[in-house]
């Protein structure tokens, strides 16, 4: 079972949240920006929608697609990625659940995100393209606790921190991969940036994710810290697909 806690303060929503991830398929976090709204069936609706169509095409084939759509004031940018192992069909079911689920979360709000186990979606008025978004990150743990913290904190770290390496070099800017615990266990990571990111960028955002992990997932047998431009993951389980 996990528990989370939304980076900044959020917490009473770990409850919701709680009961949301144990369903599954349902969204592991969202996050509607904060005051401005557009009209409804106005001009950014509209362009809104049609980045909305724009990406369901456009991020399948490769797991990422980004894009803008309008001018000035009703100018829409947008990004999806999809997880590095996801299927072409996985991705593009998981873009399209997102997106409707997205604009019912988020009605009338100009810049939104919302991530599943399998994808990311967001769009903003601002431009944010190439920017590491530090705000608007969760964490997700394993409520067991490990038997020697210390060393498997230190393991957890060097995996993620080998990944991180791989993943900045990588043109999917995503990374997996394993090490041998003790008594034949083994732990299992991933690495992942948004593909709007410079290579040093990625890095920079997974490393802070990394610092981040005693806040949230010390001594856990599994954690997530997952944010708008990069997410790291490890389990004592396999939890991708080869
Ligand atoms: C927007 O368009 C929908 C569908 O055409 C319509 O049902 C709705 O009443 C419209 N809303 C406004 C505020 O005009
Ligand atoms: C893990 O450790 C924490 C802190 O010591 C404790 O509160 C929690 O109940 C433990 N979890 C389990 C599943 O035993």
């Given amino acids: 079972m996990y528990f989370s806690r939304f980076a900044t303060s959020l917490y009473l929503l770990s409850f919701a949240f709680l009961l949301q991830t ?3 398929t349902d969204p592991l976090f969202h996050f509607c920006s904060s005051s401005e709204k557009f009209i409804d069936n106005g ?9 909305m169509g724009y990406l369901y095409l456009a991020a399948p084939p490769t797991g990422f697609g980004k894009g803008s759509v ?3 004031n009703d100018k829409v940018n947008g990004l999806a990625l999809c997880r590095g192992d996801v299927s072409n069909t996985d991705c593009k079911a998981c873009i399209t659940e997102s997106s409707g689920e997205i604009r019912k979360r988020c009605p009338d709000n100009k810049a ?4 599943y ?4 979606l967001k769009y903003s008025n601002v431009n944010f393209f190439g920017q590491v978004a530090y705000q608007n990150r969760f964490y997700m743990w394993n409520l067991n606790n490990v038997s020697d913290p210390a060393s498997f904190n230190q393991k957890t770290k060097e995996l993620l921190s080998n990944l991180a390496q791989k993943a900045f070099i990588n043109s999917k800017m995503y990374a997996t991969g394993e090490l041998e615990l003790e008594e034949s266990e083994k732990l299992y990571g991933l690495t992942q940036c948004t593909r709007d990111l410079s290579s040093s960028d990625c890095k920079k955002c997974l ?4 610092s981040e992990l005693p806040n949230c997932c010390d001594g856990k047998e599994g954690g997530r810290v997952v944010g708008g431009s990069c ?3 490890y389990e004592i389980y396999p939890f991708v697909n080869s």
């Fill in 22 to 24: 144990i369903v599954g």
């Fill in 117 to 120: 186990d399998y994808c990311l």
């Fill in 43 to 51: 001009t950014y609706e509209t362009n809104l929608n049609k980045l």
């Fill in 231 to 233: 997410n790291i993951r």
């Fill in 207 to 210: 490393d802070d994710a990394i």
């Fill in 112 to 115: 939104a995100i919302i991530w």
């Fill in 70 to 72: 309008g001018e000035k």
